[in-house]
Nanobody
Framework: QVQLVESGGGSVQAGGSLRLSCAASGNTYSRRCMGWFRQTPGKEREGVAAIDTNSGRTYYADSVKGRFTISQDNAKNTLYLQMNSLKVEDTAMYYC????????????????????WGQGTQVTVSS
């Protein structure tokens, strides 16, 4: 089992940037594919970005392509989400997730492919 702890959320004006971090513990096999998801009240959790922790291959939702970048620091066991050109519609609770399965074997931006979740960090973008 892996434990995930997110940080870095906050309030920012539209057009600004934030970097989210997700500190991971546990065996590397338990986080072969990792992702960032977001959720607003009353809506389903949606995938934002994912990364294969072995190959480094990345996956992005169309809504964030060109604005968000997912990356990892294996030495620090930390996953990042750099968010630039933030929009009001990016406001949500952001969650880090991990799975024992390789990204190529799951729908990387669907939450049901993941079996470990962090507690979330709130991102609020104002106009």
């Amino acid at each position: 089992q892996v434990q995930l702890v997110e940080s870095g959320g906050g309030s920012v004006q539209a057009g600004g940037s934030l970097r989210l971090s997700c500190a991971a513990s546990g065996n590397t096999y338990s986080r072969r594919c990792m992702g960032w998801f977001r959720q607003t009240p009353g809506k389903e959790r949606e995938g934002v970005a994912a990364i294969d922790t072995n190959s480094g291959r990345t996956y992005y939702a169309d809504s964030v392509k060109g604005r968000f970048t997912i990356s990892q620091d294996n030495a620090k066991n930390t996953l990042y989400l750099q968010m630039n050109s933030l929009k009001v519609e990016d406001t949500a609770m952001y969650y880090c997730a991990a799975t024992t399965r390789w990204c190529a074997l799951i729908a990387t931006l669907r939450p049901d492919g993941y079996n470990s979740w962090g507690q979330g960090t709130q991102v609020t973008v104002s106009s």
